[in-house]
Every structure is written in C-alpha cells, then in structure tokens.
C-alpha cells in the first residue's frame, strides 16, 4: 500500500507539474512565486545536494501554511485565492537564476506565427500562469540575482532572509524589499555589543559573496564611523576552500592573538569547519565569537563543536515561535501533504528510513518507512528560526493586495479587468505602504528603503553553570543594545568578560605611544623624571618649584628644607664653635683681668683685644650660617662673614707689618719709623676694616639682602629625594667675593710673616704669627677644593656650610692657640714669668738686633759665634 501511495503521490504530482517537475503548483486567482532553499549547494557539476530539513522544508511550509491561512480568511482578500509556484533554488545563486525564469515566462512575447501542427493548423500553447510577486529568496547572493531580474519585468520581491546592505540601494534593487532588518542595522548591534564587552581590537570573517562581504563592510563602516574600535585582520573565506584552508585561517588569526573577537558572517557550513578547524590546534577557548544571523540560535553549525562554541555570543531578528504553525507542521504526513513533492525526500531525512520509490534500488543499511511515523513523536522537531518572517513576507502581499483590490475593484467579488494583470510598480506602492501586526504580534511595516525595522535578540551559547546547556538570550536591540553582561558566561563558567584589546590601558603615571596607523594599539612608555601626566597621550614638565605626584598624575609642591640645628652637619660646626667661643671669652677675660701685667703689654694690648674680637665673630658666624635663613639673618651674614676675618688679618698684617717695619728701620738707623704707636697701628686697623665695611654696605644697596629657594640644588634623578633649598641670596660667587679681601689680607700678612721670619726668636710675636698664617694658608687651601668640589652634590648646601664654618673656626683656632693660648697659660700658671724687665730705648734695641744679623752672618761664612744678646719684650 505504501509503494502504491509513493507512485501515486509521485505521478500525480509530475502530472500537475508538467515540464516543471522542481517546483510546486497551488491553483490560485493570483499567484504569488517563492523561492526556497529545499536543497543544500551540490558537489562540483551537480546543482543540488542534500535536502535541508530547517531553512528548506520548514520555510517552504511556512508559505504554504501561511496561503492557507490567507484563503481561508474571510476578511483578507474574500473571494480571491491566492495560489503559488515554488522553486528550489538549491542555495546556488546561479541555478535559482534559472529557475527564477519560469516567473517571467508569461511576460515574455513569443512569435509562434511560424509554427503549425501537422495539419497546417497552429498549435495550441498553454499559456503560463503570471506571478504578480515573488516570496523569497533566503541568501542575500541568490536575492540580488533574482533581483536583477525581476526589476526588468516589474515583479515585487519580498525576502524573509536576505539582510546584505547592498540590496537597500533602491537605485538598483527598486522592487526589492523585505521583512527582515538588513546587516547594517545587524553590524550595528553587533558593534554596540563588542563596544559593550569592552572590546577594541577584532578580526573579522566572512563567506565569500554578497551576505558575508557585505556585513563584514557593513561593520567595518559603522565601526570607523563609531571609532575606538579597531580590525586586527579581515579574512575571507573562498567559496571552494582548499584542503588545509581553515587550518590556514586559524593560523592567520593567532598571528594577532590579542585580537581574541571573531566577528563572523558566514554560512553554516563555513562557521562549523571554522571551529573544527580551531579545535584542532587546541584552541578551544581564545576565540569569542560574534556571530551574524546566518549563526543565529541553530545547533547545526556548532554540532560535536559545543565546547568550541562556547561563549559565542549571536545575533538573531527578533522571533518568535508561531505555535498554529508547529500544529500544522506536526500534523504532516505523506497522506495530507501531497502538495510538497519533497516532502518524502524530507520524511526519509528526518526519520532515518527509506522509502521504496520506483527505480530505486532499497538501502539494506537503512529502516523502512512505515508511513504512520509523526513529526515531533518520533524524531526531533523546533520551528526553524525564520518561519515567522517567511508568514509574514506572505501577509505583506496580502495586504497589499488587499488594499489594491479596495482601491481598483470596490465593487467587485473577485479580480477586476484593473488587477487582471496585476501592475507591478503599483503593488509594490502598495507593498510599501504595509502597517500591520505579523504573526509574532510585533509591527510589520517598511522604511524608504523597503526595509524592516531592526529588531534582534541577542543570543550566547553557555555550557557551564548551567542546568539547561544552549543559546541564552542576554539582550535586545532595537536602535539601541540592551545587553545583560551579569547572565554572561564564558570558557569554563568563568562569568568576567575576557579582553580582546590590541593594548591593555596604561597604568597612571603612563602616556601611550600610538602604533602608527593603528589607534588600538600603543605602547605604555612611563612620563619619568619630572614629568606627569598631562593626558593620555602626552607627559608635560612640572613646574621648577614642583615635582610630579606618586602616581604622577599631576604635580605637588617640592618640600622646603634648611640645615637643622640636630643634623650632624650642624653638630660638628657649633661643637667647634661652642670650644671657639668659650676658649675666645676666656682670653678676653684673662687679658681684662691681667690688663696692665708684663705681658699683656708686651702683646700689644690694643690689637690684642682687636684680634680677639675679630676671633670672636669668626666662632659667631657659625650660628648666623646655621640658623633658618631670614632678612636679618642674611644681611648679618654678609655683614659678619668677612668682618670676622677681616679684623683678625687686618690687626695681624698691621703686627707683622709693624714688626718688619722696625727691624728694617734698625739696620738702616737708629731713628724709629712712623706709625708703630699704638694709636697708629689702631687707626691702621680701621682703615683696613673700613674697606671690607665700605664694600658690604654697597652690597647692601645694590642687592638688599633677602631669602631664595633654590629647587636647582637637590634636584636628583628621582624626584622623591627632590627638594628646595631655602638659603640667602649669597651665590658661591659671591662668598668667595665676600672673603676675598680678608684672603687678601691674610695672603698680606703671610708674606709679612716670610719676610720677619729672621727676627730674633725672643723678639715680639714674629714667629708665632708666622706659623699662624702658615697654617691658616694650609687650612683655606684644603677648603677651596672641598667648597667647590661639591657643587654637583646634592648634599651641597650641607657640604659647604660645614666646611666653610669648620675651616673658619680652624683658622681662628689656629690664631688663638698660636698667640694667646700660650700667653694665658704663662699668666694663670707660671706667674713668676709675667714680670717687667729693663726697657731698652730703640737705639739699643736695634744696636743688639743689628749684633745679632751679624753674628749669624758670620756662621753662615765659619766664624765663630760670640755671645748673644738677649733683648727683652718691651716695645
């Protein structure tokens, strides 16, 4: 029974069919066409291949459905029927060009003049049925080639599938339209998501014609225009891959790994070798997919690849499930759906048996058909994605039929002479006038381009931490993304959303360095030194008296430091000080004391108290160089820097040029020279003070004494350690400037020193002085090299103060100790020693002074030495 039912189904349908065995015939009033992809794309020479159960057959009987629910409805076109010729079109752009011509065949004028029966009489043509529109087709390729050939005979077409920007150029595709949103508006979602994930640095994939070309350009334009996103590599996939072809794209997208997206438009077959092609090479889990509607919520693609897979997130129109279609559909069988003449080509398929058809040889590998198995019962069932829009693309031509019929034929039942034949420019007015609710209850209308709205589900495939493994619904879009990134999860359950970034942002502190021609990539280069952040882009000096923050970010005041009273650098320097001061006093007090004693008259009372006084501010000006620099504190600085020493060289060059002067005076006479009272040696004093006086107050006048901070001194390498100095205005030059009279001075009496070093040992303080400025030269030529050898330090200030303090309490150590330490000593201990002797006028003196050059003379020539004469200390 069921072979007689196959021949019976099979025959009957040829006999309808005539010369179109490929297609299917519903009798109608008006005849709509439709193109379905039944068959998948055959091998090489062969049009078609394999059947597909989903995009074919279920799209298919979505029309058929959908005619059946239009005819039997009072209300949508009443007393017209609307038939249909379908076609497959074998998802080959090419072939369903061909089959796309039996819509044009009653439009196309045929000269049959010369042809005649064998009687002589012409022969009688059937002439073919007109479709006034066409329904389909699904690929975006197959669409713009029908296109192109209904726009030459004016035949609307409306797709439930193809979503290629190009096809809404309406210069070209005028009567092309469709219920689906086209990719531009898909690539913007699909830009919105990557943006959304925190993405900037993608791959994009694409099958080879209009679908896959033109979404990826789709994206590529609306990402450009958007910015902050950038295309590591864009891959095309031939239409007749190579062996190792895959494996060769996966290679090519490692070579920018950071790029972890993969922005895929392409088709099932395409997609599934893809992510074969990554397991393969233990990949599983670096690339996050972002798939197109050609991915959508299908399982076919990702099959024994779910791990893969998993992750992808995809994009669909917004759907959903008719369930008055799944009633019709389930409740097909090969009794109630003779109409479909694939329909058993589907059975077979779908429920792994064989029918016995004539001339076929029966598979023993495989069951046999029973003819009473039932969808959704014995095999697995869920209405295919685009079900609704394929309804909906049928009830657009209704409608517009609808409203030309009430406009052209108000009066009349059926088909007027104004609808018979149906105007194609004018339906497609009408087609896009369309405003209705469609089958899933949201609106179905057209933009000026004849397409959709966009309306998309956003789907992610998750394996773990799931109880319920598959496509999850994690947003909508509609003009805007609305996206539940906390419902993500990715490889492994892991619910953060992994980075797919050419460059990770740089830490604070860090300006990026762009990569020539590549705005998602940079290098991270630190803004060191002094530098801060100015902006992402670009570091930017702090200012002199600043230095950048921790994090550099921006900039903070530099710390203001002076020499502390409790640094080891001041300790040393007061210490000595301290000893000067106290040592200095005693003296002071011992000679007032002892002030008309022997020998303290025979020092020179006078320059005595002078030079001491002259000590006393060398020890002081440590103080004024230690405390915090001020006004009044600077100009005392300038005041007491060189005074100190000035008095002290001064009171010593006017002793030592004295004692010269009279020793000289004796050898040429007897008279005394001038100025040796103790009147003259004290105005002498003053004059040489009055010079260093006269030079500070001028100083005085032309820089008024005041504080700097310099932020040049400590300023190190690493601005941690930077600081500013607060310090008077006394530049090293200016110091130096400040001490080199009294370095004249003493230079003076040195030479002085030399030149009395023959004066008997007995006579005056000749001797003492002379090792005094010795000495003194040996301590200020030792501090030259240590002040100006550590003007590169960043301990500078700290150096040089304590050295030029400690080198100046040394020299007026060695004055004190070498003059009157001794003296002190005799006057507090060996009193015996500290009394008058016979004063001698200057005529004695220099008779016995003159005596005694000439008997050392005469040693020096080997005569022999005669007793000497002792002088004593009186002046």
């Given at each position: 029974?069921?072979?007689?039912?196959?021949?019976?189904?099979?025959?009957e349908?040829w006999a309808?069919?005539?010369?179109?065995p490929?297609?299917i015939?519903?009798?109608?009033?008006?005849?709509?066409?439709?193109?379905?992809?039944?068959?998948?794309?055959?091998?090489?020479?062969?049009?078609c291949?394999?059947?597909?159960r989903?995009?074919?057959?279920?799209?298919m009987?979505?029309?058929?459905?959908?005619?059946?629910?239009?005819n039997?409805?009072?209300?949508?076109?009443?007393?017209?029927?609307?038939?249909?010729?379908?076609?497959?079109t074998c998802?080959r752009?090419?072939?369903?060009?061909e089959?796309?011509?039996t819509?044009?065949q009653?439009?196309?004028?045929?000269?049959?003049?010369d042809?005649?029966?064998?009687?002589?009489e012409?022969?009688?043509?059937?002439?073919?049925?007109?479709?006034?529109?066409?329904?389909?087709?699904?690929?975006?390729?197959?669409?713009?080639m029908?296109?192109?050939?209904?726009?030459?005979?004016?035949?609307?077409?409306?797709?439930?599938?193809?979503?290629?920007?190009?096809?809404s150029?309406?210069?070209?595709?005028?009567?092309?339209?469709?219920?689906?949103?086209?990719?531009?508006?898909?690539?913007?979602?699909?830009?919105?998501?990557?943006k959304?994930?925190?993405?900037?640095?993608?791959?994009?994939?694409?099958?080879?014609g209009?679908?896959g070309?033109?979404?990826?350009?789709?994206?590529?334009?609306i990402?450009?225009?958007?910015?902050?996103?950038?295309?590591?590599?864009?891959?095309?996939?031939?239409?007749?891959?190579?062996?190792?072809?895959?494996?060769?794209i996966?290679?090519?997208l490692?070579?920018t790994?950071?790029?972890?997206?993969?922005?895929?438009?392409?088709?099932?077959?395409?997609i599934r070798?893809?992510?074969?092609?990554?397991?393969?090479?233990?990949?599983?889990?670096?690339?996050?997919?972002?798939?197109s509607?050609?991915?959508?919520?299908?399982?076919?693609?990702?099959?024994?690849?779910?791990?893969?897979?998993?992750?992808a997130?995809?994009?669909?129109?917004?759907?959903?499930s008719?369930?008055?279609?799944?009633?019709?559909?389930?409740s097909?069988?090969?009794?109630?759906?003779?109409?479909?003449?694939?329909?058993?080509?589907y059975?077979?398929?779908?429920f792994?048996?064989?029918?016995?058809?004539p001339?076929?040889?029966?598979?023993?590998?495989?069951?046999?058909?029973?003819?009473?198995?039932?969808?959704?019962?014995?095999?697995?069932?869920?209405?295919?994605?685009?079900?609704?829009?394929?309804?909906?693309a049928?009830?657009?031509?209704?409608?517009?039929?609808?409203?030309?019929?009430?406009?052209?034929?108000p009066?009349?039942?059926?088909?007027?002479?104004?609808?018979?034949?149906?105007?194609?420019s004018?339906?497609?007015?009408?087609?896009?006038?369309?405003?209705?609710n469609?089958?899933?209850?949201?609106?179905?209308?057209?933009?000026?381009?004849?397409d959709?709205?966009g309306?998309?589900?956003?789907?992610?495939f998750?394996?773990?931490?799931?109880?319920?493994?598959g496509?999850?619904?994690?947003?909508q879009?509609t003009?805007?993304?609305?996206?539940?990134?906390?419902?993500?999860?990715?490889?492994?359950?892991?619910?953060?959303?992994?980075?797919?970034v050419?460059s990770?942002?740089?830490?604070?502190?860090?300006?990026?360095?762009m990569?020539?021609?590549?705005?998602?990539?940079?290098?991270?280069?630190?803004?060191?030194?002094?530098?801060?952040?100015?902006?992402?882009l670009?570091?930017?000096?702090c200012?002199?008296?600043?230095?950048?923050?921790?994090?550099?970010?921006?900039?903070?005041?530099?710390?203001?430091?002076?020499?502390?009273?409790?640094?080891?650098?001041?300790?040393?320097?007061v210490?000595?000080?301290?000893?000067?001061i106290?040592?200095?006093?005693?003296?002071?007090?011992?000679f007032?004391?002892?002030?008309?004693?022997?020998?303290?008259?025979?020092?020179?009372?006078?320059?005595?108290y002078?030079?001491?006084?002259?000590?006393?501010l060398?020890?002081?000006i440590t103080?004024?160089m230690?405390?915090?620099?001020?006004?009044?504190?600077?100009?005392?600085?300038r005041?007491?820097?060189?005074?100190?020493?000035?008095?002290?060289?001064?009171?010593?060059?006017?002793?030592?040029n004295?004692?010269?002067?009279?020793?000289e005076?004796?050898k040429?006479?007897?008279?005394?020279?001038?100025?040796?009272?103790?009147?003259?040696?004290?105005i002498?004093?003053?004059?040489?003070?009055?010079?260093?006086l006269?030079?500070?107050?001028?100083?005085?006048?032309?820089?008024?004494?005041h504080?700097?901070?310099?932020?040049?001194?400590?300023r190190?390498?690493?601005?941690e350690?930077?600081?500013?100095?607060?310090?008077?205005?006394?530049?090293?030059?200016?110091?130096?400037?400040?001490?080199?009279?009294s370095?004249?001075?003493?230079?003076?009496?040195?030479?002085?020193?030399?030149?009395s070093?023959?004066v008997?040992?007995?006579?005056?303080?000749?001797?003492?002085?002379?090792?005094?400025?010795?000495?003194?030269?040996?301590?200020?030529?030792?501090?030259v090299?240590?002040?100006?050898?550590?003007?590169?330090s960043?301990?500078?200030?700290?150096i040089?103060?304590?050295?030029?303090t400690?080198?100046?309490?040394?020299?007026?150590?060695v004055?004190?100790?070498m003059?009157?330490?001794?003296?002190?000593?005799?006057?507090?201990?060996?009193?015996?020693?500290?009394?008058?002797?016979?004063?001698?006028?200057?005529?004695?003196?220099?008779?016995?002074?003159?005596?005694?050059?000439?008997?050392?003379?005469?040693?020096?020539?080997?005569?022999?030495?005669?007793?000497a004469?002792?002088?004593?200390?009186?002046q």
């Open positions: 029974s069921l072979a007689f039912l196959w021949r019976f189904w099979s025959n349908t309808q069919q005539g010369t179109q490929h297609s015939k519903i009798e109608g009033d008006i005849t709509l066409g439709g193109l379905f992809p039944v068959h998948s794309r055959g091998p090489a020479g062969v049009p291949g394999e059947i597909k989903e995009k074919g057959i279920h799209r009987e979505a029309m058929l459905y959908a005619l059946d629910q239009i039997s409805d009072p209300d949508l076109l009443p007393n017209i029927t609307l038939g249909a010729r379908i076609l497959d998802s752009d090419t072939y369903a060009l089959q796309s011509l819509f044009v009653a439009l196309i004028q045929k000269d049959n003049s042809v005649r029966c064998s009687n002589g012409p022969p009688i043509i059937p002439k073919p049925e007109r479709v006034v529109g066409v329904i389909g087709a699904s690929g975006s390729s197959v669409s713009i029908v296109a192109n050939v209904l726009r030459l005979f004016a035949i609307p077409q409306i797709s439930y599938a193809s979503t290629a920007p190009e096809l150029d309406k210069s070209r595709y005028e009567f092309f339209s469709r219920v689906v949103p086209p990719d531009s508006y898909q690539a913007q979602a699909m830009v919105d998501i990557v959304a994930m925190g993405w900037n640095y993608v791959s994009t994939l694409a099958s080879e209009n679908y070309e033109s979404g990826v350009d789709a994206f590529l334009q990402s450009r225009e958007a910015g902050g996103l950038c295309i590591a590599q864009s891959i095309k996939i031939p239409r007749e891959p190579k062996p190792g072809g895959f494996d060769k996966i290679k090519r490692m070579e790994s950071n790029a972890r997206g993969v922005i895929i438009f392409a088709n099932e077959d395409d070798r893809v992510l074969e092609a990554a397991k393969r090479v233990n990949l599983t889990g670096h690339f996050l997919f972002v798939g509607d050609s991915w959508g919520a299908k399982s076919s693609p990702i099959l024994d690849q779910e791990d893969v897979a998993e992750g997130v995809t994009i669909l129109p917004k759907r959903a008719i369930d008055g279609f799944d009633n019709y559909f389930t097909r069988s090969l009794e109630n759906n003779r109409r479909n003449i694939w329909f058993a080509e059975w077979e398929d779908d792994k048996c064989k029918l016995t058809r001339g076929i040889k029966y598979d023993l590998g495989r069951r046999k058909c029973t003819g009473e198995e039932r969808i959704a019962q014995e095999s697995q069932y869920e209405q295919e994605g685009k079900v609704q829009f394929v309804i909906d049928v009830y657009v031509m209704a409608h517009a039929l609808h409203s030309m019929h009430l406009d052209l034929c009066s009349s039942m059926g088909v007027c002479e104004k609808m018979d034949p149906v105007e194609g004018k339906l497609l007015q009408y087609i896009r006038s369309v405003n209705f469609g089958s899933a209850g949201t609106g179905v209308m057209f933009n000026e381009n004849g959709a709205p309306r998309y589900d956003i789907f992610q998750q394996l773990s931490n799931t109880t319920n493994p496509y999850r619904c994690i947003g879009w003009n805007h993304l609305r996206l539940n990134v906390n419902e993500m999860q990715w490889s492994g359950g892991d619910s953060a959303v992994p980075d797919s050419c990770f942002p740089c830490e604070l502190g860090e300006r990026k360095k990569v020539k021609g590549v705005p998602c990539c940079w290098h991270c280069e630190l803004c060191d030194g002094y530098q801060y952040q100015q902006d992402e670009n570091c930017d000096m200012p002199f008296d600043m230095r950048p923050m921790p994090n550099r970010t921006g900039c903070r005041s530099t710390p203001i430091i002076k020499l502390e009273w409790s640094s080891p650098w001041a300790i040393i320097p210490f000595l000080a301290v000893l000067g106290l040592a200095t006093s005693g003296c002071i007090i011992t007032i004391r002892f002030n008309d004693s022997p020998i303290v008259r025979a020092s020179g009372r006078e320059l005595s002078v030079l001491l006084t002259g000590i006393f060398i020890y002081l103080f004024l230690i405390a915090e620099p001020s006004a009044p504190v600077c100009a005392f600085r005041l007491l820097l060189g005074l100190g020493m000035c008095i002290t060289y001064s009171a010593m060059l006017t002793k030592t004295r004692i010269y002067r009279i020793f005076q004796g040429k006479a007897v008279t005394p020279p001038p100025f040796i009272s103790p009147a003259s040696q004290l002498i004093t003053f004059i040489l003070i009055g010079v260093q006269l030079g500070v107050f001028i100083w005085f006048g032309v820089v008024p004494p504080t700097i901070i310099d932020y040049e001194e400590q190190p390498p690493n601005p350690f930077a600081r500013g100095v607060l310090k008077c205005d006394m530049s090293d030059l200016a110091l130096v400037l400040c001490l080199s009279y370095i004249v001075l003493m230079v003076t009496c040195t030479v002085y020193a030399i030149k070093r023959g008997p040992e007995t006579f005056n303080e000749a001797k003492p002085i002379g090792f005094t400025m010795y000495t003194t030269c040996i301590v200020w030529l030792a501090f090299p240590i002040f100006f050898g550590t003007a590169q960043t301990e500078k200030m700290f040089q103060t304590t050295t030029l400690v080198s100046m309490s040394l020299s007026a150590t004055s004190l100790g003059l009157y330490i001794p003296k002190v000593y005799v006057i507090i201990f060996h009193p015996e020693q500290n009394v008058q002797k016979r004063k001698k006028s200057f005529k004695a003196v220099a008779s016995a002074v003159t005596t005694q050059l000439s008997q050392k003379e005469d040693k020096q020539n080997g005569e022999p030495k005669s007793s004469i002792v002088p004593d200390r009186s």
